[in-house]
């Protein structure tokens, strides 16, 4: 079947425009997750979704990023006025709920704010 | 506050030569540790977690509560092993997952 699927795959803006970012997850995954890759940086994590439950926001760097997950599966996440150190990896996962430890994560969506 | 560090950001070894990767943690309950992969211009994927207690392409993992680490080990490393190694952990019950910053192994031919 279908993995994780991102889109786009590359992403160039200017600092100040907003940005939306897609995720696809695998059907039947109920929970969700965006981190961002930096360089130097690991894996930073930014928001959760679990089914219908409120997301877990903690790891939303600002009040710039926000997320939403419609109908429980595509995720959108959204950065306004971007800014020149939002440049980085954005990565999604899937999972089966309570499986937490099992990720599938999509290739990513590379954003460059110039 | 970190959870997970992995103090290595590069590492060099051989082929055929013993390859450790460090990963320690910071949490007082009971985490899951895994380990994850991420080869060139491939996805990030699970590698092995330690309530599995497996080997996976010659990799083993053991959970040292003592220590609070949970380092990952190969006797004889490949050259298609040359990959980024990021260690996690989740607190259980599908919360929230924390990755460390991750470890770029280079295995020299």
């Known amino acids: 079947g279908a993995g994780v699927s991102q889109s786009p795959s590359n992403k160039v803006t200017e600092k100040g425009k907003d940005v939306e970012l897609r995720c696809d997850p695998i059907?039947?995954?109920?929970?969700l997750y965006w981190y961002r890759q930096s360089l130097g940086q690991g894996l930073e994590f930014l928001i959760y979704?679990?089914?219908?439950?409120?997301?877990?926001k903690s790891g939303l760097p600002s009040d710039r990023f926000s997320a939403e997950r419609t109908g429980g599966s595509v995720s959108t996440l959204t950065i306004q006025r971007t800014q020149q150190e939002d440049s980085a990896v954005y990565l999604c996962?899937?999972?089966?709920?309570?499986?937490?430890?099992?990720?599938?994560f999509g290739p990513g969506t590379r954003l460059t704010v110039t | 506050a970190q959870r997970v560090t992995q103090p290595e950001k590069l590492l060099s070894v051989f082929k055929g030569a013993p390859v450790e990767l460090k990963c320690n943690y910071s949490?007082?309950?009971?985490?899951?540790l895994f380990w994850y992969v991420q080869y060139s211009r491939q996805r990030l994927q699970l590698l092995l977690r330690?309530?599995s207690r497996e080997s996976i392409k010659g990799f083993t993992a053991d959970l040292n509560k003592g220590e609070t680490s949970f380092h990952l080990k190969k006797p004889f490393a490949q050259e298609e092993d040359s990959a980024m190694y990021y260690c996690?952990?989740?607190?259980?019950?599908?919360?929230?997952?924390?990755f460390g910053t991750g470890t770029s192994l280079t295995v020299i031919p």
């Open positions: 996962a899937s999972s089966l709920r309570g499986q937490a430890g099992e990720q599938y």
């Open positions: 059907s039947g995954h109920t929970a």
């Open positions: 979704f679990q089914g219908n439950s409120a997301p877990d």
């Open positions: 949490y007082s309950g009971s985490p899951e």
């Open positions: 330690h309530i």
């Open positions: 996690a952990l989740t607190e259980g019950a599908g919360n929230q997952f924390y």
